[in-house]
């Protein structure tokens, strides 16, 4: 439940903070362009700061994949984006670049490895690569755009860079929650670093809250560490007609609690490092609970026991399967794969490929979504437990422990995804 006070708190404070040059700062020839979904609170609270203001915002036509065609004619000022968008502009400005070659390439890498070592030093602009080499890159978002605003998603700090870099303007990341009316932090002006959110917007009181079982406390070093805790002017006083979700998100001091874990770094400003509640966010916005997906998994006939990860960075899921002994084994003497026992086979590439089909078709067949499925697998043979400390007790996944476990073979099932759709990317330039 979100009161009209409510928004009016979180847009006036954006509206106060870039009067004092902290923020952007919104004038009244700016032109936003709206594709947001109106009932998204990102877009809702754009639209009260840019509309207080006196400001202008044009509608998209109703189609994504048109919406660059509608940017070229609106030509805005302010450009309000997510992610998934910005990785689609990142990667086809890089793929045509690849496919220019030559000339072209080493012109753009160039003038990208110099602007680079500017933004070290404070700067977006370049008196000759701006309008050399980037010129053409900035006249796809319309070519008047001097502020970007991400948000609903992590976004890596490579694709930061890069827009701030070929767009030549400032780009701030943000982050909140529906709960929160949207923003509760925002990076400031003149911050050109990324991997973090930035500092708490003044409508907010932030805190963290240890999280003992993770291991997170407010005495970690070098940082402090916990559940990140909003109270303030923008948060919700509960969920309509629904007390027991308030209860569980609210507690008796009025924080709500979000669920997300977060460090604050040597600036004082926040980095979302983990996720408490077994709910994760996928780099496209779409979000996965694991444990739904475990459970589809471990019901494939191979399947022991499944850890599935996903990362904010990352658009796919990677899976860590326990095979199961008893059957695994008999189909591989069937097939001529060489072995004996479960160590023996777990690395062989068509048992790695036969149980990531069969699985895949398990899961298919039991209505998970695209983006819920694993695209890769590592097998390992030895099975969770209470003993390696990856099971509680109570034969729960210790997903915090899992991660550290297998943190290699995650990492190089992710190198082999990004290097195959680098690939892709890179036959799609030639075609």
Known sequence: MLSHGN??????????????????????????VSYLPLAHMFERIVQTFVLANGAAVGFYQGDTNKLLDDISVLRPTLFVSVPRLLNRIYDKVTASIEQKGGLSKMLFDMAY???????????????????????KVKARLGGRVRTIVTGSAPISPDVMDFLRIAF?????????????????????????????????????LVKLVDVPDMNYTSQDKPYPRGEICFKGSNVTIGYFKNSEKTKEDIDEDGWLHSGDIGLWDEYGRLRIIDRKKNIFKLAQG??????????????????????????S???????IFVPDEEILMPWCKANNIPGTKLADVINNPAVIKHILTDANATAKAAGLKGFELVRRVTLVAEPFSVENDILTPTFKLKRNIAKKVFQAQIDAMYAELDAEEAEQKKKLAQE
């Open 286 to 311: 779409e979000y996965v609970a694991p444990e739904k997906v475990e459970n589809v998994y471990q019901k494939n006939q191979y399947v022991a026991q499944a850890y599935v990860h996903g990362d």
């Open 113 to 135: 490895s110099s602007k680079k070592a500017y933004l070290a030093q404070g700067y977006v602009t370049h008196w000759l690569w701006d309008a050399l080499v980037f010129s």
């Open 168 to 204: 030549a303007c400032e780009v701030y990341e943000g982050y909140g929650q529906t709960e929160t009316s949207a923003g509760a932090f925002l990076t400031e002006t003149g911050d050109l670093t990324a991997g973090h959110v930035g500092t708490p917007l003044p409508v907010n």
């Open 7 to 32: 928004l009016l708190a979180d847009a006036n404070c954006i509206v106060y903070l870039g009067k004092k040059k902290r923020l952007f700062e919104i004038r009244q020839d700016d032109v936003h």
């Open 313 to 319: 960075l990352k658009a796919s899921l990677v899976g």
